[in-house]
């Protein structure tokens, strides 16, 4: 016998498919950034490991090696990803990365300004994870509320100005959020058997650095749940998470596979030397631009989330060459949606009022539910401490972990504006 079709899951799936629709029919209106470039050109390496993996292993003898450089520096996932897709459209990498030192047109004329075609294949590569991560976003909202709550979190992500214009780009951005998401649903998932939230967790590492305070968090969830467990257990299921994360980390990046301990230490000194060459560059021409100290950080993660502009660039090398880009993407007035002092004054009172109005809700919840309300508040904390602590740059795509968390969280409070009306209308 034929189960009856679901009315909500079908108008779930048509809210999922219809944004998808308009979200990718606006891939190519996204201005050019310089890193896509990068990231193409990073992509490569998908053909060089089925050609020879050594290829791709630290080598000690090679230091001044761009491609090495990259592989140290940069989370792989987007490149992986990347890399598959130009598989699919049978596009090859470019052989040119974009040199920041060279003007517009010098990089023009050096082959580093991809095709139409390649940066479609580029974008489409990580922007197929769109509606997935809407799915994710409606799980995890309904999680903590119910399906309205679902509902306004997935609405929310899915017209976010910050969303559009980030993850629509062949970089790092769109798996970042995707993972994020799919850890927090995990988090829910797995409650008796956490180690496995090693895997999202990895997946979120390697997307993005940035997302390391929340693996850290699931290697803590390891450790308190289930709270009957004794604790041989809990330190088995750390353990067990430790081995994993690990073995996802070192499948992504093969740059580890020759020497994995000399490797990791090379990948943390050209991290470290990137942020610090990146804050003196920008402290050389704009000094007030450098988040010096946590106060200053946590204001700059604060106005970027909520009330900045769609950052079209990161540094202002190339704003003429891309002005009109930019004059067209935001002649779309959805583009910059809530984008100024009132719409960011909205969504910061309706974020702040669901998390404290699951605080306060949280003795009426189930205890499975209570527990999981208790760790995606602590999650949103976490994550926010460790972009305040470890995050100088004021790059506006690197709030992008703190989306998911924002629309969780506004979701919720929109959910209990709609309780407080219906409970003052029966009086």
């Known amino acids: 016998m034929k189960r009856p079709c679901d009315p909500h899951r079908?108008?779930?799936g048509l809210f999922i498919l219809l944004a998808s629709f308009s979200y990718f029919a606006g891939l190519l209106s996204v201005p050019f950034h310089p890193d896509e470039q990068t990231y193409l050109f990073m992509s490569g390496d998908f053909e060089r490991f089925f050609a020879n993996p050594s290829l791709l292993y630290w080598n000690p003898n090679r230091l001044t090696d761009l491609r090495q450089k990259y592989r140290?520096?940069?989370?792989?996932?987007?490149?992986?990803?990347?890399?598959?897709?130009?598989?699919?459209?049978?596009?090859?990498?470019?052989?040119?990365?974009?040199d920041w030192s060279e003007s517009w047109e010098n990089n023009r004329s050096n082959g580093a300004l991809p095709s139409l075609s390649l940066l479609l294949v580029g974008r489409w590569s990580v922007a197929f994870l769109f509606p997935f991560s809407l799915w994710l976003m409606f799980q995890v909202g309904k999680s903590i509320g119910g399906s309205?709550?679902?509902?306004?979190?997935?609405?929310?992500?899915?017209?976010?100005?910050?969303?559009?214009?980030?993850t629509r780009r062949a970089m790092a951005e769109s798996g970042l959020i995707f993972s994020i998401l799919l850890t927090l649903w995990a988090i829910q998932r797995f409650v008796d058997h956490p180690h496995w939230l090693a895997?999202?967790?990895?997946?979120?590492?390697?997307?993005?650095?940035?997302?390391?305070?929340?693996?850290?968090?699931?290697?803590?969830?390891?450790?308190?749940?289930?709270?009957?467990?004794?604790?041989?257990?809990?330190?088995l299921q750390a353990t067990v998470y430790g081995m994993l994360f690990a073995l996802v980390t070192l499948a992504l990046n093969p740059v580890l596979w020759g020497h994995p301990m000399r490797a990791a230490v090379a990948a943390w000194r050209e991290r470290t030397a990137l942020v610090e060459e990146q804050v003196a560059a920008i402290r050389a021409v704009n000094p007030e631009l450098v988040w010096e100290s946590y106060p200053r950080r946590a204001l700059g993660l604060l106005a970027h989330l909520y009330f900045t502009k769609p950052a079209i660039a990161d540094l202002e090398n190339y704003l003429a060459a891309t002005q009109t880009a930019e004059e067209a993407y935001f002649a779309n007035p959805f583009h910059s949606l809530f984008r100024n002092l009132w719409g960011g004054?909205?969504?910061?009172?309706?974020?702040?009022?669901?998390?404290?109005?699951?605080l306060f809700q949280e003795r009426r919840f189930s205890a499975l539910q209570r527990r999981l309300v208790w760790l995606l508040m602590t999650a949103t904390?976490?994550?926010?401490?460790?972009?305040?602590?470890?995050?100088?740059?004021?790059?506006?795509?690197?709030?992008?972990?703190?989306?998911?968390?924002?629309?969780?969280?506004?979701?919720?409070?929109?959910?209990?504006l709609v309780q407080f009306s219906r409970e003052f209308l029966k009086r």
């Open 10 to 12: 079908i108008a779930l």
């Open 72 to 98: 140290l520096r940069d989370a792989p996932l987007a490149r992986w990803l990347i890399g598959v897709g130009r598989q699919f459209a049978r596009a090859p990498a470019p052989e040119v990365d974009w």
């Open 148 to 166: 309205l709550s679902g509902w306004v979190a997935m609405i929310l992500l899915s017209g976010h100005a910050l969303v559009l214009l980030h």
């Open 199 to 235: 895997i999202p967790a990895a997946l979120a590492f390697n997307a993005k650095q940035s997302a390391a305070p929340l693996a850290a968090l699931c290697l803590g969830i390891t450790l308190i749940a289930p709270k009957e467990n004794s604790l041989q257990k809990r330190l």
């Open 345 to 358: 004054t909205i969504w910061l009172f309706l974020s702040m009022f669901g998390f404290v109005l699951a």
């Open 381 to 416: 904390v976490t994550q926010v401490l460790g972009l305040v602590f470890f995050v100088p740059l004021p790059f506006q795509r690197y709030v992008l972990p703190l989306v998911p968390f924002q629309c969780l969280w506004a979701s919720k409070g929109v959910e209990g």
